[in-house]
Nanobody, 116 residues
């Protein structure tokens, strides 16, 4: 059974940094692209970043380019999201996700709050 468990969220001041982690299990992690999404209150869930199976290809939402970095460790079955220069508008619940055998799976999410 596919399981995704996010961690690393919290409260941070504007300009600060956080590193999110997502531990995956129940599927062959190294064979699947992985993604991070976020959902702010009252807004739709949006794609933040994606990474290919080997990590050789990444993509980012325009709003986070140059500030966020997605990476993965296939030996640890973990995908990361390094978030720098955080802004109040980055406040959201962050989810990791995988599209596996015709279904999209989500973790439970981790709250990121950027506020002074």
């Amino acid at each position: 059974q596919v399981q995704l468990v996010e961690s690393g969220g919290g409260l941070v001041q504007p300009g600060g940094s956080l590193r999110l982690s997502c531990a995956a299990s129940g599927f062959t992690f190294s064979l699947y692209d992985m993604s991070w999404y976020r959902q702010a209150p009252g807004k739709e869930r949006e794609l933040v970043a994606g990474i290919s199976t080997t990590g050789g290809s990444t993509n980012y939402a325009d709003s986070v380019k140059g500030r966020f970095t997605i990476s993965r460790d296939n030996a640890r079955n973990t995908v990361y999201l390094q978030m720098n220069s955080l802004k109040p508008e980055d406040t959201a619940v962050y989810f990791c996700s995988v599209y596996h055998r015709g279904n999209r799976y989500w973790g439970q999410g981790t709250q990121v709050t950027v506020s002074s």
